[in-house]
């Protein structure tokens, strides 16, 4: 299995921008989440998923971010407009039901001009 | 609120030594604790999980333990190496008992020195 992957690994766009990050998570696992990165606040959850239903989105930051699961090997996670704050690593991570451990993506470092 | 703390400042520790990072959280009662790696450029890995009816889990040279009592955990590597170097994240089990969401601190960086 080629693990969770993440699409693109870098993204620079200018302030304003629509900003697109996909997910494909692991074969088989029917809970995603995606996560954002900074040295200022860590390693926080945005929204998670499981069988395609959106179940916590508390940590998205504002209406400006959405996400999608319209199918169980793909998600979307999108900023619109984006600002120089959302620059961060954002991680897309899969859970097979019935089980604890997260499998984590590679991260999209998105930086926002 | 709840909070996770773990030792902001990196540890620095001899080859060979045994490395032990701490994770205090307040206002939690989790289910159970994970710790993760982070290399740089790289998402966490799993290493351990340990549940809150648990004192130790052991595998290979890593031993975790969790302290309910004092909302604690302690993360021993015995005989380091240089490659154990990295990030180590602790993270508890949030919301409610059937779903699989994570809080996360904010890690501890570990350079082990040959």
């Known amino acids: 299995d080629a693990g969770v992957i993440q699409s693109p690994r870098h993204e620079v766009t200018e302030m304003g921008q629509e900003v697109t990050l996909r997910c494909k998570p692991i074969?088989?696992?029917?809970?995603l989440f995606w996560y954002r990165q900074t040295m200022m606040r860590g390693l926080e959850l945005l929204i998670y998923?499981?069988?395609?239903?959106?179940?916590?989105d508390s940590g998205m930051p504002e209406d400006r971010f959405s996400a999608k699961m319209p199918n169980a090997s793909f998600s979307t996670l999108k900023i619109q407009p984006s600002e120089p704050r959302d620059s961060a690593v954002y991680f897309c991570?899969?859970?097979?039901?019935?089980?604890?451990?997260?499998?984590f993506g590679p991260g999209t470092r998105l930086t926002v001009l | 609120s709840q909070k996770i703390e773990q030792n902001s400042e990196a540890l620095n520790i001899q080859e060979g030594k045994t490395a032990t990072l701490t994770c205090n959280y307040t206002?939690?009662?989790?289910?159970?604790l994970q710790w993760y790696r982070q290399d740089p450029g790289r998402g966490p890995v799993f290493l351990l999980l340990?549940?809150?009816?648990?004192k130790e889990k052991r595998k290979e040279r890593l031993k975790v333990t969790f302290d309910t009592t004092l909302k604690q955990s302690l993360f021993h590597i015995t005989a380091s190496q240089p490659a154990d170097s990295a990030t180590y994240l602790c993270?508890?089990?949030?919301?409610?008992?059937?779903?699989?969401?994570?809080?996360f601190g904010q890690g501890t960086t570990l350079q082990v020195k040959p």
């Open positions: 074969s088989g696992h029917n809970s």
């Open positions: 340990i549940r809150e009816n648990e």
């Open positions: 991570a899969s859970l097979s039901s019935g089980t604890s451990e997260q499998f």
């Open positions: 206002n939690y009662s989790p289910a159970y």
């Open positions: 993270a508890l089990k949030g919301g409610s008992s059937n779903t699989g969401k994570l809080i």
């Open positions: 998923f499981n069988n395609n239903v959106p179940i916590d």
